[in-house]
């Protein structure tokens, strides 16, 4: 007895061992897409894009992808060691020994003007308040202005400025800056002026890589081993460790606050200064830091810690709130079996024995060296653990007590029973006998009223007194792959298995059973065990926690949960199953094989930053769409067969951007107003979409719950096939009409072009029928009128003679009237004349006539029509006027020949007249008139007489 007293004594009493928490980092490398491991200057943009330098060019990463910038690209060099995004958004690159390039918009451009060989590197890069861009190289300064870089100073062995690293503005017109071998430099820019104000001589390492002004304008500089500050020309020094003086090289300065800076150590991690107290709390390999070589520090916009490293890439941390114990922290194993809280100290089983952990995270071993299973606290605050040969109880005061040998894989104890689980049975020992209940593996057991429920992976079964036995309604056969049970009170549990969540309650004999689906809680995969707390349920899973509000879920079926996400992978295996605890401090334990997981919700810092939301890319079938090529006056216009669109939504985050949902729709298309499902998968693609307006349209998660409140939309037209346009059928309406319309009207200008030569050939004919008929009565019939009134005048017979000579008169003027004999020996002037005398002569109507002499302006042919017409006018008005006088005027006028016939007759409709009149005579007149390509004008009114112009071109 005195042997294992001393045992236990001297196993509670070991020299507590101090530990350290490892915290979750997430650091992406080449492997994530990252150009290259070694990282040095960091920066978030305007658009929260973070932007890397590294020594195989410049990365652009928007929480998904990185965007790599080489000098394929057109990179003065790979090897980069500053960056600034400008007030005009543009990227300014500075690198090794090649000068600067700038990036905008996805191009690149290498500035060139002075001397990069002999300035060296390009280490830091600020902007004036005039926009003035300034070029901190190792032995010089840069400026950049109006598109021209110019030297605002340059080492030489005058000034001996060399080193220089990094800089900052104290205000508009000043400057400090750290060199490597010079120590702190004051820059006045008006006059151009450079002090080199400390240095070794002056008590400051030559060796300083950072500086910073704060709101205070006190002046902060990291250096070799040392912080410095300088406040209204004081310097104060703050000091490390002696032995981590080597490893604290501070390259970054990065303020979180009026009172705390980040500072990141080439050598030791990084660390939190307190500059009020000049405390430093150092985070380095021991809590989990991926690299001891730190160079710069960012807080991103969502409360992210960004930091470059050597080899390590770019590395994120957050916060404190998840924490991982394995044996590089001080438990004897990282495999971690069990978890129990006693005494206020978190014992954890392990393979190597279990240990206490106290509240100030010291640990000190309970238990031999040996692999330890379970634990179990029991109702009269001791200690039950088991091993694989035995099953032991501590209490505070007694030493270790065997109940039992053996190897049980889960142990429980309510009231005077102690339950024991082999493999295919469990054994019970009680207070006055042992006995055995037949039954299979358990993963954990619950009281619900006068029994038990046994929680297998095969299903859920019922224990009562020495009976198991499965529950009305959970047949195993439909309700399997359980993972997790706890108790709710006296007459309720909550179970869990992969799919469903189980709420089981006892009434009477009667079992009433709710199940849930766990689709229902968000972003949770891969559930593993579940703990109630009060009124709050946790859930766990992959990388996950959930805190669900348990009433409300109860009685209204609504799901209210808190997510809390750790990074991917923070735990290399997922947590065991139903290995939950909570704390009365309310930290969630958890044991896997990768150590034990411990989480605080007071350390955690919740997201609650909408996405910023982009298109990255959008194919038109299977190619980038360069948009500028279809936009016109602001507007996207595609052909009706580029109708075959893919866009790839970015939503811009960094805390949990694996756990980022979108939901998406397409305003335009039939149903196009409601919301997609939510999905993890960025790519949309919309095939064949018919010609119209669209607005594409997305939200997305943070990963964490929060949704953009406002969604990003791409408004793009397709156009319909013209031959679907109501342009196109209108064209084809309007050619169709007018191709009739040509058709007909070409028809009928032939028809009347027919006509018109047929009614020519016939004036034509009728005047040669005419000219013959005259000549034959003029050379036969007139001959022989002219010889029988010769004879009757021989013949004495005066009768005879008279009707023979007026027979010939009568002939020769029918002749004359078939054909003006005068036309063609006087000419048409004296023709006319002469036909107007005769009409004068024979009629009551008084002629007058003004005529000039048009001879040499007409042909044979036009004066004969001419003459026509005049003759048909005369003939008319004889025989229908009813004139008293009448005039007739021919006159020259420039190129043409006017002639105008006036009556003081009855008058008459001239258009009626043309409608309704059959005589030939007009008819003829006109077609004389079309003859002669003149133009004829017929005036007339009633009881006012007649006027009819013709002008005739010559």
Known sequence: MKRLFLTFFLLCFLPLVSTAQKYQFKNYKVEEGLVSNETYAI???????IWVSTTG??????GKTFKNYTTDDGLASNIVFSILE?????????TLDNGISIIENGKITNPKGVDFDYLGSATYILEGGDGTIYIIFVKGIVTYKNGKLEYLL??????????????????????????SNRGIYKLTLNPLKIENIYNEKSGVNNICYSVFVDAKKDVWVGAYGELYKISNGKLT???????DFDKNRIYGIYEENENEFYLSFEGNGFGFFNKQTGDLKIINETQGLPSKYIYRIIKDTEGNLWMTSYGEGIIRFRDTSFKLYDEKQGLPSKSVNSIAEWNEDWIVATEDGAVAIDNEKNIRQITPNKPIKNLLVTPENNLLYTSDAEVKELSKNSPPKLIDEGDYNLLYKEGDKTFL????KIKVLSKDSTYYINTRKSIDMAPIGDRYILCKIAGLFQMKGEKVDTIPGLSPLNHYDFRSIDIINTDEIIAGSEKRLYHISLVGNNFKIKTFDLSLFGSLKYFRALKVDGTNLWLAGRDMLLKVDLDILLKKDSIVATQFSSIAHFLQNDIDFNSLVITKDKTVLASSLSGMLAFNEKDFIPNTNAPKLGLSEIFLFSEPLDDSLYRFKNELILPYQKNYLTFTMEAITFTNPENVKYKYRLKGLRNGNEWSQPTDDPNVVFSYLPPGEYTFEF???NGDGVWQSTPYKYSFIIKVPFWRTWLFWVSILSIIALGVFLFYYYKNKAEKKRNEVYTHNLIKAQEEERTRVARELHDSVGQKLMLLTKKTKTAGNPEMEFLASNTLEELRTIS?????????????TAAIKTMIDEVDANTSIFFTHEIEDIDTFLSKEASLHLYRIIQEVLNNMVKHAEAKAASVTIEKKKNTIEAIIMDNGKGFEHSEKLKTSNSLGMKTLLERAKILHSKIDIKSQLNKGTTITLIIPI
């Open 43 to 49: 920066l978030q943009d305007s658009k929260n894009r």
């Open 57 to 62: 060019g410049i990365s652009c990463f928007n």
């Open 86 to 94: 400008d007030s005009k958004g543009r990227i300014w690159v500075g």
């Open 154 to 179: 340059k080492g030489t062995e005058e000034n001996q400025v060399s080193g220089l690293q990094s800089a900052d503005w104290f205000d508009d017109n000043t400057l400090y800056l750290a060199s």
């Open 237 to 243: 020094k703050y000091k490390f460790k002696q032995e």
């Open 421 to 424: 689980f082999e493999t295919n």
């Open 699 to 701: 939200t997305a998660s």
């Open 816 to 828: 004359r009237g078939l054909h003006p004999a005068t036309l063609e020996r006087l000419g048409p």
